[in-house]
């Protein structure tokens, strides 16, 4: 049986000294019940092996993967606001009065976060995580920070280091280092040698060192999506602790593209802690039956503002009657203001400070908070941003730049204005995270005490949309298990080249990413799989001798890479191949294995082997960029406004709804301030039109002011009073800016332009697919059809005879019902759903769409596009379309200069799918655009 004394006993305690909250506790058990089964089978954790306590854990906890570092590592994923450096405090006490550890290494991702760490560690302090706990009342751990390091405070004694130096001789019991870990890696010396890892000659070594040598050093990460760089990961291996706990509200790397933690033992998310009542709520506000259309960026910024501002008056006032009331502390509210870019937080502060705004009432209230501030701006902001709970400091807006980052834990936000961001962005945990934390530490019953507001008129709804969706933070559970959100079977890579690759190389699908020409970790086998056909998945390789196999996967690797060029169909590009593949074996010896680099007639003969089969395995895609040929100039000739009499708006009322996003629930009316003034309604409408990238005020004066006065001159002809008409020329300027900018349009005049399309010829080679599937996925042939969307996206299909790769994967059954449809149609002669990067289609300025299928008959080439029915008039989903067929429009034209096949865009919706050919589908939803149309659009 274990040898560590009455686990169950020590966490209930410790649970119950520092008041945990049950997700708390329960992370406080995981951890109990994992050093208890390593203990039971392993005698500890101290010179346990990794591998080995890994199996352990995954026995009981089989959703842990891997703990993605050199040592047992578990992370605890619990949102913002539900107290992950208390639960930091009770692992450390845990772990201390289980005699599994007494040194402690605590890193912190940033400064902001060091330092608060280093408060909440020491005794005495508002927020210290050991306040309760009798065993570190009278003897408190003793706290050795990345700035105190050298004096020697966490070498013991007893360790028989740095005898004879006065400054030793500490046999304290416990020892917490608190670390930024810029401190571990910067700092460096003219040798490259970070500070913590020179020699100290009291120790003998470097103090990195000495920890890295303790036997029983446990690390806790806060924030520990900020730890899987390489340097950091490196370094923190090289610590070599017994144990890692990793604390973080957002389980997934940071960057774009951030893969998923694989070592998540336990997880409680925001939506979890709102509905427990562990953090605000969240509302959103708007303006009652407010028109976004009708105002510019500017005017909808100093508008949220202003209403964001006035919500804040009225929450002062509320905290003030409740601290009364209640006789409790009074809280000081605040407002955060989410810039676009520094440039932008700049603007927003002038304005604030103006006499425009509240009548100069905030312009000492007002601070910016962001990397670009510089000397003592950026010294006075910081200070006022550390003291803003204080009752006292005068601060009530902060303005930073896109979301504050983790670690500024403040109790007194209760209004976000975030300005030009998406509903998307706005319901992110970094944006409403930071308001989320309760003044009192609970709820009150108090409904201004218990909300977080935003102020996003322009994303009112929007945002409420958003909040229903089950993905989304408000709704979003986290579960681990069978029917859960994370499955109790991990997934793991597939990899799966394309039926042309197979054939030249004789790679195989199978589970794992292997490196270029190497094998897969697994290879999937259909005979072998329950359901499949008893096909083999992929064709025998072509090319007979494993030296030409191997350049033939050099080959697939060079041209398949996103921006080659180079296309094994054309001759022209062979020289340039074979350069590269020497190039490549020149810069990894082992590549070609014992036979070297191979001669360039070898490059060549496996070329051409693989030139004669591309036409057939492959299916051949141009590369279409529009441009135009010629710089343009435009103007527009006088007209007389048309249509004016259909103008009938009215004044709106300028009250402030709320809403609640979570349960739906409405505020009553707030009062809001009256817009930005402009001296003529004229102006109001006139800024609207200049917004129009393409209406210049110097070119066109004499017109602009023609347009906007008869405009106006019909609003007096119908409202009753100049107070109506202002009302309606600064609510509705946009719709009136726009139907005046269509009129100007019809009178547009163009100098002779011509565009043209840049096509080259495709062939791009097939690059593999690889995405994630469970790994125990079974293998199906394709007319299986799944009991469930869950199954739909645990299972592989295979069995295909038209595909260009033997095995794929849906995010849907409609998309298998079409790939049925193809293998079924004797007009298809092959398909396949494009891995990620093989085509793109620029749709917006960075922005590209990737089609679900690309198809060839005997006669076209089809670009096709399953889609729900209700998102089928999505404005992203019709842009998209549009985009595609403009791109077939092209490529059809180059096609046919060149004896190929037109293409053709086909959107469908997927109510249409079930039973229908491919034939009937192509007739029912080609998609082309007029010639008039591309013009137009060009």
């Known amino acids: 049986m274990t040898n560590i004394p009455e686990l169950d006993k020590i966490g209930r305690a410790v649970a119950q000294r520092l008041s945990l909250r049950p997700p708390q506790s329960e992370s406080l058990a995981i951890l109990g019940d994992v050093a208890t089964r390593v203990a039971d089978e392993l005698g500890g954790l101290k010179d346990a092996d990794t591998a080995d306590v890994l199996r352990i854990v995954q026995d009981a906890y089989p959703h842990v993967t891997d703990f993605e570092r050199d040592f047992p590592s578990l992370s605890f994923a619990l949102a913002t606001g539900v107290g992950k450096t208390r639960l930091m405090g009770a692992f450390i006490a845990w772990l201390r009065e289980a005699g599994i550890s007494r040194h402690f290494l605590v890193l912190a991702p940033n400064l902001t976060i060091y330092d608060k760490l280093k408060l909440d560690f020491t005794p005495g302090t508002p927020k210290y995580v050991f306040k309760g706990l009798p065993v570190f009342a009278t003897s408190p751990p003793v706290l050795v920070t990345g700035d105190d390091y050298e004096d020697g405070r966490g070498v013991r004694a007893e360790d028989g280091l740095g005898t004879g130096q006065g400054q030793l001789g500490f046999e304290g019991d416990t020892i917490i280092n608190v670390f930024n870990i810029s401190k571990i890696n910067a700092d460096k010396d003219a040798r490259g040698v970070p500070r913590v890892r020179r020699l100290q000659e009291y120790i003998g070594e470097s103090y990195f060192d000495y920890l890295a040598g303790l036997d029983d050093l446990v690390l ?145 209230r007002v601070i910016q908070v962001h990397s670009n501030l510089k ?51 706005i319901l992110t945990e970094q944006t409403i995270g930071r308001g989320l934390r309760l003044p009192y530490g609970k709820r009150t019953g108090n409904e201004t005490a218990d909300t977080l507001t935003i102020i996003a008129h322009e994303r009112f709804q929007a945002i409420v949309d958003a909040a229903q969706n089950p993905e989304s933070l408000i709704k979003k559970s986290f579960t681990i298990g069978e ?11 597939v990899h799966v080249p394309s039926r042309f690759e197979s054939m030249m190389t004789g790679e195989r699908p199978g589970f794992g990413k292997p490196e270029m020409g190497g094998e897969v970790a697994r290879v999937i086998d259909s005979e072998k ?82 030139a004669e089969h591309a036409e057939r395995e492959s299916i051949s895609i141009p590369r279409v960029v529009v441009v135009p040929k010629d710089d343009v100039s435009f103007g527009y000739n006088d007209f007389e406004p048309k249509d004016l009499s259909q103008i009938s708006y009215t ?36 800024r609207a039109m200049l917004d129009h990238g393409d209406i210049d005020y110097d070119e066109h004066a004499e017109l602009l002011q023609k347009l906007t006065s008869a405009v106006v001159d019909h609003l007096r002809s119908y409202l009753p009073d100049d107070d109506a008409v202002e009302k309606v020329a600064y609510q509705f300027e946009r719709p009136l800016a726009g139907r005046l900018v269509e009129q100007m349009r019809q009178h547009r005049w163009n100098s002779p332009t011509e565009y043209e399309a840049r096509v080259t010829k495709g062939t791009a080679t097939l690059k593999p697919l690889d995405f994630t599937a469970p790994s125990d996925a079974p293998l199906r042939p394709f007319s299986y059809k799944p009991g469930s969307k869950e199954e739909l996206l645990r299972t592989l299909f295979t069995g295909f005879k038209r595909a260009l790769y033997p095995i794929q994967k849906f995010h849907s059954d409609p998309e298998r019902q079409f790939a049925e449809a193809l293998e079924h149609s004797g007009q298809i002669m092959k398909w396949m759903k494009p891995a990620r ?42 842009s998209k379309a549009e985009a595609a067929m403009k791109w077939c429009e092209h490529a059809s034209t180059h096609e046919s200069a060149f004896g190929g096949k037109p293409w053709v865009y086909m959107l469908v919706p997927d109510d249409e799918v079930a039973g229908a050919t491919p034939e009937k589908l192509r007739q029912t939803h080609a998609r082309k655009v007029a010639k008039s149309e591309m013009t137009a659009a060009q």
């Open 220 to 364: 806790l990460m806060d924030e520990a999506h900020r730890y899987r760089a390489s340097a950091g990961a490196k370094a923190i291996n090289a610590l070599k602790p017994i144990l890692g706990l990793e604390l973080t509200a957002t389980p997934k790397a940071a960057g774009a593209g951030g893969q998923d933690f694989k070592n998540v033992v336990y997880g409680y998310s925001l939506g979890q802690a709102m509905r427990d009542g562990f953090v605000k709520e969240p509302a959103v506000a708007t303006r009652e039956n407010f028109d976004p259309s009708g105002y510019n960026d500017e005017e909808l910024d100093r508008i949220k503002l202003q209403d964001g501002v006035t919500y804040h008056e009225k929450v002062k006032a509320d905290l003030e009657v409740f601290a009364r009331s209640e006789g409790v502390a009074r809280v000081k509210p605040f407002v955060l203001v989410v810039a676009k870019d520094t440039t932008h937080a700049g603007e927003l502060e002038t304005y604030i400070k103006s006499e425009d705004f509240f009548d100069g009432r905030y312009a000492d």
């Open 375 to 425: 000397g003592e701006m950026k010294d006075e902001s910081i200070a006022r941003l550390l003291q803003i709970e204080s009752p006292d400091e005068r601060t009530e807006i902060v303005i930073h730049v896109n979301k504050l980052g983790e670690g500024w834990d403040v109790t007194n936000l209760f209004t976000i204005v975030p300005l030009r961001a998406s509903a998307s962005d």
């Open 483 to 493: 029917g859960g959100t994370v499955s109790r079977t991990p997934e793991v890579p």
């Open 529 to 610: 799989t329950q359901g499949a056909t008893g096909e083999e998945t992929s064709p025998p390789p072509v090319l007979a001798t494993p030296e030409a196999r191997k350049t033939a996967a050099a080959i697939f690797k060079l041209t398949s890479t996103p921006g080659s060029h180079m296309d094994v169909t054309d001759p022209t590009s062979h020289t340039k191949i074979v350069a590269a593949v020497k190039e490549s074996a020149a810069q990894s010896p082992d590549l070609f294995g014992e036979g070297g680099s191979p001669e360039e007639a070898d490059i060549r003969k496996v070329l051409t082997t693989i």
């Open 651 to 686: 004044p709106l009322e300028e009250n402030i709804i709320v809403q609640e996003i979570r349960t739906g629930k409405r505020r009553p009316k707030i009062e809001a301030s009256a817009a930005l003034k402009e001296t003529r309604p004229e102006d109001y409408i006139l």
């Open 837 to 878: 990067k093989q085509m793109q289609i620029e749709w917006g300025a960075g922005q590209y769409y990737e089609p679900d299928f690309v198809v060839e008959t005997a006669n076209e080439k089809w670009l096709v596009e399953i889609k729900m029915r209700k998102e089928m008039s999505a404005e992203d989903v019709v």
